[in-house]
T-cell receptor, first 113, second 114 residues
């Protein structure tokens, strides 16, 4: 069964450094998303992306965050200058359409030191 | 703000019995609802969904019920199996309102005992 893949599974970064999280969505999906889950809290929406542009973003997704689909397969989340509070599990998801189930990757655990 | 609430953090059920997981929501614009299952160190796995035009959707052992007037949905698992032990998340979206973002509950940890 097709799946969303995320790399790396765990990223450790010094505060203030840039980090790029990578995702390969399911190949025929057109809608892409990033979510995060801080330890002990609920999964929170960050951003949705369709037709090479951001459809919606949450208050969390400030100017330090950006997303890109650099080629036909990858979807990346960049955090320009990481903060301690960015430590979380980051999940990528994709869906065929807007009112279709979103399928999630296994996440990247981001640890900021 | 908690637009999606799962008020039971945990539930224990005997194998073979019915598991009922509940979810309440506050945003009347939500019109698409999903249940996900999550094991440790894995991402959420889609189980079943329902749109607001229906009040029930069934897929094998899993049935989701939607009561729009009460802003309540539930997931029934019959019969429950030990492999169903996981955290279950309810999620909702308002596609025309919010770019298809999913709003998640905090999850209910289900334990199915042999």
């Amino acid at each position: 069964e097709p799946e969303v893949t995320q790399t790396p599974s765990h990223q450790v970064t010094q505060m203030g450094q840039e980090v790029i999280l990578r995702c390969v969505p399911i190949s025929n999906h057109l809608y892409f998303y990033w979510y995060r889950q801080i330890l002990g809290q609920k999964v929170e929406f960050l951003v949705s992306f369709y037709n090479n542009e951001i459809s919606e973003k949450s208050e969390i997704f400030d100017d330090q965050f950006s997303v890109e689909r650099p080629d036909g397969s990858n979807f990346t989340l960049k955090i320009r200058s990481t903060k301690l509070e960015d430590s979380a599990m980051y999940f990528c998801a994709s869906s065929e359409g807007p009112i279709q189930p979103q399928h999630f990757g296994d996440g990247t655990r981001l640890s900021i030191l | 703000d908690q637009q999606v609430k799962q008020n039971s953090p945990s539930l224990s059920v005997q194998e073979g019995r019915i598991s009922i997981l509940n979810c309440d929501y506050t945003n009347s614009m939500f019109d698409y609802f999903l249940w996900y299952k999550k094991y440790p160190a894995e991402g959420p796995t889609f189980l079943i969904s329902i749109s607001s035009i229906k009040d029930k959707n069934e897929d094998g052992r899993f049935t989701v019920f939607l009561n729009k007037s009460a802003k309540h949905l539930s997931l029934h698992i019959v019969p429950s199996q030990p492999g169903d032990s996981a955290v279950y998340f309810c999620a909702a979206s308002a596609p025309l309102d919010s770019g298809y973002a999913l709003n998640f509950g905090k999850g209910t940890s289900l334990l199915v005992t042999p």
